[in-house]
């Protein structure tokens, strides 16, 4: 992989390039120089690019210069500068092309002529009209390239470019690079850590410097999250205090990384000895055993619910967000153990432990999961996620359809098994004249789909609902197998969620709001000004 700049005369390839190679630490190269070099090696004169251009004329030369892309096409790991006018040779584009990102560099005519006129020396100046000339050569490369480069750069002032160039590269490279620890291509947010490890946390990136970013507000939202924080949820006593360890001064963000630890203290790691050669059922330990060959038996690794500490430090700042943009994402527990809430007030959701809409149905829940946990069961139900306030228009077909993206984040957690939009599996059984939302008066008038069309949110409330599985360590004896693949009987000590709900909402709410943040930031790249 590399990185070509180009652009037409004076709009600072050679030296913006150059500066951003010193500052990336990875070499630059100038196909003028490849050209010098070639020409040297076989008449073992030095001339400068000019010089040989005027000596051979314009066809030898071009040889020369289809060479030298020739040669450059196979560098790797680097940043090359190339000619606005090699880049008008369709072969040429297409060497180049290959394993690289394009970058142009344009800038408003005018100013070009100046820098050139500062420079002074030219082939230009030989012209009649040297100035329209230069124009209408330098307004043709633009038109020309831009179809073909990744990313264009406006370099009309002189405000780091460099710095620009390097933001600008940097974001798409991470576009391309995806790993199964990020989420996200502007907005991304990379989790690590373990159960039992000293700490987890998350390095989130993307965010523009001069947003005002509070350690409370991310708290706040991890008090949501923290284990031991009712009857209903796991007794292991965690504070959860997120220590923001950079990309933030003075409260707010700077542009670079932000990196938030939370340090794991209550873990108690001897009650997981007994299964150290035993997979729980319904956990991961089994895929996890079978895929990478290693058994980190204490909580369950990567694998535990504890790895969405990091997911709910980054949602939160992502709600924060979008909740300045007007946007409400609120997440609540529609359905535990069969009961199911028959009321939505929002504002009883954080008034019960079980974070129901419906007072009445959360104290039956609340009841059932106390049930269960006392026979040495766990329980499952269906989580509700409700977000209103979002533009029409975000979401990205086809791969990035918004409700593939959501559907994507949110499969993510562990536990939940289905997930539908609006109407969901019930569509499966309605007519088109029942399911389309139709429309009168620039809006719609009913909400089957859930607030997304063709992948791309219609301006309605996104509606979603998830399944959520029982949580699968449970203290009833159960059948299973060891490490070698012999039977066993298995009894799970340590501490559990005996249900999933109360605690995965505020993580269902992160991962929606990380999701919404990316897709925004990409529509406002791909159409600015229209959100
Ligand atoms: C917030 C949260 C808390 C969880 N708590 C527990 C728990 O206490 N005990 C447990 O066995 N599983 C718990 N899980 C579920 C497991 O992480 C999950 O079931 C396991 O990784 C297997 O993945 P799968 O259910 O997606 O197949 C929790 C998950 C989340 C998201």
């Known amino acids: 992989m590399k990185i070509i700049i180009t652009g037409p005369k004076c709009s600072g390839k050679s030296t913006i390039g150059a500066e951003a190679a010193k500052r ?22 030095k001339l400068n690019f000019y010089e040989i251009c005027e000596k051979l004329g314009e066809t030898a030369f071009r040889e020369y210069e289809k060479r030298a892309v020739k040669e450059a096409s196979e560098l790797d790991w680097c940043i090359i500068s190339v000619g606005g006018s090699t880049l008008l040779d369709s072969e040429s584009r297409r060497l180049l092309r290959d394993d690289s990102v394009i970058v142009l560099l344009k800038a408003d005519l005018g100013i070009l002529w100046e820098r050139l006129k500062k420079r002074g020396s030219s082939v230009y100046f030989k012209r009649r009209s040297p100035e329209d000339y230069f124009k209408e050569a330098a307004s043709k490369k633009i038109e020309t390239l831009e179809p073909f480069a990744d990313i264009t750069i406006d370099v009309s002032d002189d405000n780091d470019n460099p710095g620009k160039f390097i933001s600008a590269a940097s974001d798409y490279f991470a576009m391309l690079s995806k790993s199964p620890n990020t989420s996200g291509q502007i907005i991304r947010a990379t989790t690590f850590g373990e159960s039992h490890g000293p700490a987890v946390g998350v390095v989130l990136d993307g965010l523009k410097p001069g947003i005002e970013f509070s350690a ?10 923290r284990p031991g924080q009712s009857s209903v949820s796991t007794p292991r006593s965690e504070k959860d205090k997120v220590r923001i360890l950079s990309g933030v001064f003075e409260g707010k963000t700077t542009g670079t990384p932000i990196a938030m630890i939370i340090e794991n203290k209550d873990q108690d790691s001897t009650k997981y000895d007994i299964i150290k050669h035993l997979f729980r059922p319904g956990h991961a330990d089994f895929t996890f055993w079978k895929k990478y060959g290693i058994r980190d038996h204490k909580g369950g690794g990567r694998s535990s619910g504890r790895e969405t500490a990091g997911r709910v ?3 939160a700042a992502a709600k924060k967000i979008l909740a300045d943009r007007g ?37 039956k829940m609340q009841q059932a999961i106390l049930e269960a946990r006392k026979n040495g069961d766990s329980l499952g139900g269906i989580v509700e996620l409700r977000i209103s306030g979002v533009p029409a228009g975000l979401g990205d077909p086809v791969f990035g359809k918004l409700d593939a993206r959501l559907a994507g984040a949110l499969f993510s957690l562990g536990a939940v098994k289905g997930l539908s939009f609006g ?3 019930e569509a499966a059984k309605s007519r088109g ?12 008038l009913s909400n089957h789909a859930g607030g997304v069309l063709g992948g791309i949110s219609t301006g309605q409330d996104i509606l979603v609902s998830l399944a959520v599985k029982p949580t699968p360590s449970i203290s009833q004896p159960q059948d299973t197998v060891n490490t070698e693949g012999s039977s066993k009987k298995i009894q799970i000590e340590g501490r559990h969620d005996p249900c999933i709900l109360p605690r995965i909402i505020p993580v269902v709410e992160a991962m929606a709001a990380l999701v919404l943040l990316d897709c925004w930031e990409i529509q406002q790249r791909l159409r600015p000004g229209t959100i």
């Open 327 to 363: 946007v409400k994402i609120t997440a609540s527990s529609f359905e535990i153990g069969g009961v199911k809430a028959e009321e939505y007030n929002p504002n009883e959701i954080e008034s019960n432990p079980v974070r129901c809409a419906d007072k009445q149905a959360a104290e």
């Open 433 to 444: 004249s029942e399911f389309n939302d139709q429309m009168r008066d620039n809006d719609f």
């Open 423 to 425: 109407d969901g599996f």
């Open 24 to 45: 990336l630490e990875i070499p630059f190269y100038e196909t003028d120089s490849i050209i010098e070099e070639l020409y040297s090696r076989e008449h073992n004169e």
């Open 313 to 315: 430090a980054s949602g």
């Open 216 to 225: 409370e507000d991310i708290q706040a939202e991890l008090e949501r999250r």
